[in-house]
C-alpha cells in the first residue's frame, strides 16, 4: 500500500475519533504514549469551539516529514483541526507514524496544540 495513503486514512480515522470524543479509543490506538485521555480532553475543551470534521481537501494540507535516522521508518505528521466556529482553527494535531513490518503504521499522539 501507498504509505501516504496510508499516513492519510490513519489521520482521517483518528481525526474522526475526536471529533466524536472517542477519546478512549484514541489512547487505546495510539497506547497513549506521549498524550494521555485528560491532556486530549484539556486541548480541546480549552480551546473553545466545536470541533467537526475536516473537509476533504484539508487532507491535501496533511504536513508529512519522514524522520531520518530511526531504526524503523517514522513520520512526523501535522494537521490543523477544523471547527463549527472557524472552519479551518489555528488548533493543529500531531502524531508520529512508525512503520511495523512494511504493512501498518503504529501511531503515538504527540501533541494537539495552536499553531
Known amino acids: 500500500m501507498n504509505i501516504n495513503l496510508l499516513i492519510s486514512e490513519k489521520t482521517r480515522h483518528i481525526i474522526r475519533m475526536i471529533v466524536n470524543g472517542e477519546y478512549d479509543e484514541v489512547v487505546e490506538l495510539t497506547n497513549g504514549i506521549r498524550l494521555p485521555k485528560e491532556e486530549i480532553v484539556y486541548a480541546i475543551s480549552d480551546y473553545g469551539f466545536s470541533l467537526v470534521n475536516p473537509p476533504e481537501v484539508a487532507y491535501e494540507c496533511l504536513d508529512v516529514v519522514e ?47 495552536i499553531l
Request: proline content about 2%; overall charge negative.
Open 67 to 113: 524522520i531520518t535516522n530511526s531504526s524503523h521508518r517514522e513520520w512526523s505528521v501535522r494537521m490543523p483541526l477544523w471547527t463549527i466556529e472557524e472552519g479551518r482553527s489555528d488548533l493543529s494535531i500531531e502524531f508520529t507514524m512508525i512503520e511495523v513490518i512494511g504493512k501498518w503504521l503504529r501511531v503515538e499522539l504527540d501533541n494537539i496544540s
